[in-house]
């Protein structure tokens, strides 16, 4: 029997069958973690009980934990073992901002859709919050604008104050996702800005006067207001993006 050949061809059919058994083997670490309700920071089991387990060699269960250790989904600790990840949106936030700076003739573009689909989740989200505020909460988002302002007059950007009121704002949804997709945003946006050397908010003024129309529609309990004024503010984060890129501070 002749032997097959070892060729482009049949290589690259070796390469397809291992990543789609290294694409199964981490679907079922996964439904491991599921069907004991393993928890973050819980110990995984050895990689010989995951072999065992699996009915797989050492390195496909090492392939596998690899890939699934760049989604955050498990930990591995090198000399003490493999644990259950934080799940976070780290991935999303690296690939987003890979995806905004791999376009070199039009990032602004990228970087577009990405504040158009934080506008829309926000201008969604500030309709569900603007009619049930409570005093404390409205008074806490006062306190972050007042130090906006004060920030402001020295003519310092004031980037933790504007990302704290956007996080304020929503905590009464007690959405714990919700945090952490604004959070994802605003830190490819930074990212973003500072790899391509854009200024921070070159008119602090405006970036606290926004802030303000916004505090003052849900004082008054005007959801519409409320939401085009959060429309307004995006404006001006798209309109800054813009002029950052061609340059312009």
């Known amino acids: 029997m002749s032997e097959q050949p070892s060729g482009p061809r049949n290589s690259g059919l070796r390469s397809a069958r291992e990543r789609r058994v290294s694409g199964q083997i981490q679907r079922e670490v996964m439904q491991l973690i599921l069907d004991r309700k393993l928890q973050p920071g819980a110990p995984l089991p050895t990689e010989t009980e995951l072999m065992?387990?699996?009915?797989v060699s050492r390195n496909s269960v090492r392939e596998a934990l690899k890939a699934l250790q760049a989604l955050d989904i498990v930990d591995i600790r090198h000399g003490y073992g493999t644990y259950v990840g934080q799940a976070s949106l780290t991935p999303l936030v690296d690939g987003?901002?890979?995806?905004?700076?791999?376009?070199?003739?039009?990032?602004?573009?990228?970087?577009?859709?990405?504040?158009?689909v934080r506008e829309v989740l926000e201008e969604g989200l500030i309709r569900r919050v603007a009619a049930s505020l409570t005093d404390a909460e409205l008074d806490r988002l006062e306190a972050i604008?007042?130090?906006?302002?004060?920030?402001g007059g020295t003519g310092s950007p004031f980037p933790e104050l504007d990302r704290e009121f956007h996080e304020v704002l929503y905590q009464s949804l007690g959405n714990t996702l919700v945090p952490q997709l604004l959070g994802a945003f605003w830190n490819v946006f930074r990212r973003v800005s500072a790899a391509r050397g854009w200024t921070d908010d070159p008119t602090?003024?405006?970036?606290?006067?926004?802030?303000?129309?916004?505090?003052?529609?849900?004082?008054?309990?005007?959801?519409?207001?409320?939401?085009?004024?959060?429309?307004?503010h995006f404006r001006g984060i798209e309109a800054r993006a813009g002029r950052g890129a061609r340059g312009v501070g």
């Open 145 to 151: 604008v007042v130090r906006m302002e004060e920030t």
């Open 96 to 116: 987003l901002t890979f995806r905004a700076l791999s376009q070199l003739d039009d990032d602004t573009r990228a970087l577009g859709e990405i504040l158009q």
């Open 52 to 55: 065992e387990d699996l009915g």
């Open 204 to 232: 602090p003024d405006l970036t606290v006067r926004r802030h303000r129309d916004i505090l003052t529609a849900l004082r008054a309990r005007d959801v519409e207001r409320a939401q085009r004024a959060m429309a307004d």
